[in-house]
């Protein structure tokens, strides 16, 4: 069944398949009646077989119910609104908190029935050997903070599957607005260990030139947006950057992450508002993960979370299990596809827990229990979650995993050792990258400057080439 | 005083005073900040702070450590991750008579805030013909901090300093952070109160009368640190140390330095800085901020506008440089000011004359 939607004058057609569910359960999900059967499926563009997988449970009522419901309506912009006689406010939140998505139980065990996107063995190898990877590389960078090798540091621990599954439902056209905690999504995109650990070095090699802080990745070439400090920026950002990828007809969309903290900036409300008004192919991915520093979540908002204030602004939105990557694969895969196939925005709310320190300035022992690190660390750890489905499946093994973690060590301690040796940019690396050609001051203080160093060679760091 | 003490015969307003036997004492400026704040929320319960984990965590650099324990959790907000949005509340909440202290984490992330600060409170007493006032103080670090890159190394005072209807203060000693930041809650406008993370753990000695919980610096008021006769260097936060030391080494040298301690950005102390260049006739500025359009070059306006038959010298002006903060540690040194460049700024002002300067 399709419905034509028109939504500024383009014609969108949705596919519903909703009928079975909606005989059972049609005032719980307040779907509207089935449309007329379409006719002419032969024209429908191939996507729309795909987007049988998804199902949104609040679709408008059409203005015949309204009006079988209501006496009245009133013909406001924005269209009909009807009339009732029962003063009713709606409350805070509803009594139900919106229910989580999930493919694989704590167990790693195929939750049934479940409408999940498949993945394949290679794909789900794949996955998981990343997100051994991304751990590997989180527990010895922050060793090497610890050790003063480096300034600064931030794991993504307990989020490898919101950073790896995402990472591994989007196209590498797909451009990614990160905040600060998914160096995953650049480790799947290709980004080298030996690159990461140039960047935290901040060596020549560093895509960056040294000029930022260590985790601030970014890289053209990988579609990765450079991380920016400042909280929530990169939200309205992404959706200017999708409102691009609109303008050019690219069959792909932004996405972009955030965290619980984020979602109390004014930038990431005016983020989705702009994305449903502009209709932006935008794919917010949220990583409520409980804390933002020290501050818990009921103290950043009172909503239901982050997934019920889609609807608010217009947004389609899904709460799914942050710790199954094979829900998250599933959400941001689907979700991409309605971004770019319907040119809207989609927000996913993927819970999941923030099992390190904020940061290496911080201790989070200060400020919540152990005991609550600890259950997320070992009982709801979504790589040991994803290891057995893959285990189960027949697709990995003990010794697979041993000589994972082995090599990925090993290449961690190689990059290590080649970014620290490194020489650190080159002097001509301070006037470049502003103006096509140096203007005539920079390049009168470039001379000066080689002077004075050929001047006093002694006072000039051996490690940074001339 | 002392006999005084020990007879328990202390005036009240002296009863912080009992905890400290000599007037030698110690402080460190984080203490200086955290007791002025517990003071003024004694004395005035309509002070109350607000910002982004003040209260559980003490705040990111434990300024208000011990104050939820004490005055409560409606006196002590922690907020969510707004600035607009807490910076507006306090501006709100400043309109209708309570008196907020806001903190950010630091001042870069004032940036999200920044219409409630220019827009609302720096306007609204002139707006209202005097019907409204904001007594509200925006605080936090501002300015670089050691190895925390661009986003976070941002100095504000010049951006704040240009603003009618604010008053920027930016503190540089314990004295200085107590006695401001007193004068700051007190006062009925809003205040820019510009913190330096560096200063935070240092020490500084204090007297009795620092002390007393009475205390309070006028604002608009710069303090001569050390008078001299030779060159007057201007600074403030930080910088106020750096251009000590540098007093010293140009003292050994046969130069007498005279250091002013800015203290008050916004109203600036033209007076007190024009009076020390009449004397010595030769000035150097020193910020850590850009160069363009900074307090430096605010500072060599007022002397050109109102002492310029008094200088010897071409105004010497050290900044940082005009590059966003590099992260890489050997790049942030040089893109900061150094305690050696005031000593070669002030020399090139004391071994010019204006004719060679003229001529150049
Ligand atoms: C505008 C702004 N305000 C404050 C900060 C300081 N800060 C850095 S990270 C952070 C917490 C963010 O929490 P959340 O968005 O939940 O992400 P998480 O760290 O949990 O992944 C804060 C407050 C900042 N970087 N930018």
Redesign the interface.
């Known amino acids: 069944m399709a419905t034509l939607l028109f939504r500024n004058s383009r014609a969108f057609l949705l596919l519903h398949n909703h009928q079975h569910l909606q005989n059972k359960l049609p005032f719980l999900l307040g779907i509207r009646s089935p449309s007329p059967p379409c006719s002419n499926s032969h024209f429908l563009p191939s996507f729309l077989l795909s987007s049988l997988r998804y199902e949104s449970t609040k679709a408008q009522p059409q203005l015949e119910d309204l009006q079988h419901h209501h006496h009245q309506v009133i013909d406001f912009p924005g269209g009909k609104v009807g009339f009732t006689s029962e003063m009713r406010f709606i409350s805070d939140t509803s009594h139900i908190r919106v229910p989580c998505y999930r493919v694989l139980d704590d167990d790693g065990e195929l939750v049934k029935p479940t409408n999940q996107v498949q993945v394949s063995k290679e794909l789900a190898v794949r996955m998981h050997s990343e997100m051994v990877t991304l751990q590997t590389m989180d527990s010895i960078f922050y060793e090497l903070q610890r050790q003063g090798r480096i300034s600064f540091y931030l794991t993504t621990s307990g989020e490898e599957a919101v950073n790896i599954a995402s990472a591994a439902a989007l196209s590498s056209h797909d451009v990614i607005l990160p905040q600060y905690r998914e160096p995953g999504v650049l480790l799947w995109r290709g980004f080298t260990l030996q690159q990461f650990a140039h960047q935290c070095f901040g060596n020549t090699n560093d895509f960056g030139k040294g000029r930022q802080m260590p985790i601030h990745y970014g890289s053209n070439k990988h579609n990765y947006f450079t991380v920016s400090s400042p909280i929530a920026t990169q939200l309205p950002q992404a959706v200017g950057a999708a409102y691009s990828l609109k303008m050019d007809g690219k069959s792909a969309c932004a996405v972009t992450f955030c965290g619980d903290g984020s979602t109390s900036e004014g930038d990431f409300h005016a983020a989705m508002n702009f994305a449903a008004v502009m209709e932006a192919p935008v794919v917010f991915i949220c990583r409520n993960n409980g804390w933002a520093i020290s501050t818990p979540v009921e103290e950043q908002f009172r909503s239901d979370g982050i997934v019920v204030k889609g609807q608010a602004y217009g947004i389609w939105s899904i709460r799914v299990d942050g710790n199954d990557a094979l829900a998250v694969y599933s959400a941001v895969h689907t979700a991409r596809e309605i971004a770019i196939k319907e040119q809207r925005p989609v927000l996913i709310e993927a819970l999941t827990y923030r099992v390190g320190h904020h940061s290496t300035s911080d201790d989070s022992t200060k400020y919540r229990s152990t005991g609550e690190i600890e259950y997320w660390k070992m009982e709801r750890n979504p790589v040991n979650r994803f290891k057995r489905w893959v285990e189960r499946n027949g697709w990995w093994s003990e010794k697979d995993e041993l000589e994972l973690r082995s090599s990925v060590r090993k290449q961690l301690m190689h990059a290590i050792q080649v970014a620290e040796k490194a020489q650190k940019p080159p002097l001509e690396d301070m006037f470049t990258d502003v103006y096509d050609k140096l203007s005539s001051n920079l390049e009168e203080q470039e001379r000066d400057l080689r002077k004075t160093i050929e001047k006093h060679p002694k006072d000039y760091p051996s490690d940074v080439p001339f | 005083m002392l006999g005084v003490i020990r007879n328990k015969t202390i005036r009240p307003s002296f009863s912080a005073f009992r905890f400290f036997s000599s007037s030698a004492k110690q402080m460190t400026v984080r203490d200086a900040l955290n007791s002025a704040l517990d003071e003024e929320m004694s004395a005035d319960s309509k002070v109350f702070l607000m910002g982004?984990?003040v209260g559980?965590?003490q705040g990111a650099y434990k300024i208000t450590k011990g104050l939820l324990e004490k005055y409560g959790p409606e006196r002590v907000l922690?907020t969510?991750?707004?600035?607009?949005?807490f910076t507006g509340i306090g501006v709100g909440a400043a309109y209708y008579g309570l008196k907020p202290v806001v903190e950010f984490m630091t001042f870069?992330?004032s940036?999200?805030a920044i219409d409630h600060i220019i827009n609302s409170a720096a306007k609204s007493n002139y707006m209202s013909a005097g019907q409204i006032s904001v007594p509200i103080v925006f605080r936090g670090p501002n300015g670089a901090a050691a190895?925390?890159?661009?986003?976070?190394s941002h100095c504000y005072a010049s951006w704040y300093g240009s603003c009618p209807g604010l008053k920027v203060l930016a503190p540089y000693s314990a004295e200085d952070a107590r006695g401001l930041l007193k004068a700051a809650i007190r006062d009925p406008d809003p205040v820019v109160f510009l913190e330096n993370e560096l200063l935070y753990g240092e020490s500084f000695p204090v007297s009795a009368e620092v002390l007393d919980s009475s205390f309070c610096l006028p604002i608009g008021k710069a303090k001569i640190e050390r008078e001299g006769k030779d060159v007057t260097i201007t600074a403030f936060s930080k910088m106020v140390g750096f251009a000590l030391k540098a007093a010293e080494i140009l003292e050994k040298e046969g130069i007498s330095a005279e250091v002013i301690n800015l203290r008050s950005i916004r109203p600036l102390d033209r007076p007190t800085i024009n009076a020390s260049v009449r004397k010595t006739n030769r000035l150097v500025t020193v910020e850590e901020g850009f160069p363009q359009h900074g307090v430096g070059a605010e500072i060599c306006t007022s002397v050109i506008e109102e002492s310029f038959g008094y200088l010897d010298a071409p105004v010497e002006r050290i900044a940082g440089a005009d590059v966003?903060m590099?992260?890489?540690?050997?790049?942030e040194r040089l893109a900061v000011p150094h305690v050696e460049d005031i000593v070669r700024a002030a020399k090139r002002a004391c071994h010019r004359s204006v004719p060679l300067a003229a001529a150049a």
């Open positions: 982004e984990e559980e965590y922690d969510p991750i707004t600035e607009a949005g870069n992330f940036m999200q190895g925390v890159g661009a986003q976070h966003p590099p992260y890489a540690a050997n790049l």
